[in-house]
């Protein structure tokens, strides 16, 4: 890749600023393209955003940024497009900064500190190469002020018509994903969030490793209906079979258990009861796993209360230091079940469990050797 120092004031990157929403966000008159296909939306927050204005206010330097040359002679950006908007934004006077001890837009500035901004130099390095080159510098060089997320570097590598239409529904806060799946699904669209947990949901449902496998092979499709059509049965079916919201409901593995249980036919009314007590439950201390339990009816994830070290030191007591099996004892050696164990070597169990109504409590709980224990759990 060629790559030369073309340092450029302000004022000819911002001139003709257009942000078009989807339809793109270009400066330089029309020829820089600021945020190509592979690049992410705009993230800064409001004080790296002001940070960028008062740097060149301070006649601080900022870092370098990097343009792609395109045949056709025009540009787009391959790093510093936060940088580039929030200058951009500002000359637009979509905002103010503390200049001087003053809050002040763009209009409100003084002649002389107008044309100070404008006349600021970018240090911009101009870079020729093919693709390949391009996207391989754009996912290792340094992204000033903000990591750049893993799913981030994947569209960096996998842009196309697929990924444009991708983005346009996941990828838009206030998007068409974000309106159906915000109350389930956590992190943000800007941040490639929605995009990444639904390709992770397909994928797993392909039998993919990986959800860039999913992304190869569709890279080059005319448009992402497939991905969408298979988000929204999962929400649909989710708001279906849990009618009543909460906010435990966020964040959960919708997408593996549509694949599982979404043809089963339920009884949303029982489901909702069973739900209720379940939380009001002190003996379940994982609240989050409860949506997966009356699905799966796997008790782990409730994360069941374990007797504590006051009450296993008390049932141990109780029994003298042995197995509650006694002569039955699976460990070698103990004859009639006389053998005293160290309580370090023993485990506490319920007598009557969870399943049928046992408390973890003292009446409920007996102490086996470890040899019982597990060959009590493995029948």
């Not at 007591?317 to 006389?338: F, S």
Request: proline content about 4%; glycine content about 10%; aromatic content about 12%.
């Amino acid at each position: 890749m060629d790559i030369d120092l073309h340092p450029i004031a302000i004022r000819e990157v911002v001139e003709g600023y257009t942000d078009d929403g989807e339809g793109g966000v270009f400066g330089y008159a029309g020829h820089l393209n600021i945020r190509p296909p592979y690049q992410r939306e705009f993230v800064y927050k409001q004080k790296q955003r002001d940070a960028v204005i008062d740097t060149i206010f301070k006649g601080f330097p900022l870092n370098v940024f990097y343009w792609v040359e395109n045949p056709d002679g025009t540009f787009e950006i391959l790093d510093g497009q936060q940088r580039t908007v929030s200058l951009s934004q500002y000359a637009n006077g979509d905002f103010s900064v503390d200049v001087g001890g003053n809050l002040k837009g763009f209009p409100n500035l003084t002649a002389d500190e107008q044309e100070r901004f404008l006349d600021y130099e970018l240090l911009v390095y101009r870079c020729k190469g093919p693709d390949s080159e391009k996207l391989d510098w754009f996912r290792t060089i340094n992204i000033a002020g903000e990591k750049l997320e893993d799913q981030e570097l994947l569209n960096a590598t996998y842009y196309g018509p697929w990924l444009t239409h991708a983005k346009s529904i996941f990828s838009k806060t206030g998007g068409a994903a974000y309106g159906l799946g915000e109350k389930y699904l956590v992190g943000e669209p800007i941040r490639q969030k929605y995009l990444e947990t639904a390709l992770k949901w397909i994928s797993e449902r392909d039998g993919l490793e990986h959800h860039k496998q999913y992304m190869a092979a569709h890279q080059h499709d005319q448009n992402a209906n497939e991905l969408w059509s298979y988000f929204r049965s999962i929400i649909h079916w989710v708001e279906d079979t849990f009618p009543k919201y909460r906010s435990l409901m966020k964040g959960q593995p919708w997408g593996p258990l549509y694949d599982r249980y979404g043809q089963d036919p339920v009884d949303t009314d029982a489901l909702e009861i069973e739900i209720a007590a379940l939380i009001q439950d002190d003996e379940v201390t994982s609240n989050r796993g409860i949506y997966q339990y009356v699905l799966t009816r796997d008790p782990k994830h409730l994360s069941l209360r374990q007797f504590s070290d006051d009450q296993r030191l008390a049932i141990y007591e109780r029994q003298g230091g042995r197995c509650a099996n006694g002569a039955k004892c699976k460990t070698v050696g103990n004859d009639n079940g006389q053998q005293v164990f160290e309580l370090a070597k023993m485990d506490a169990d319920h007598i009557v469990p969870w399943s049928k109504g046992g408390r973890t409590d003292i009446a409920n709980g007996q102490m086996l050797c470890i040899s019982c224990n597990r060959s009590k759990g493995a029948l």
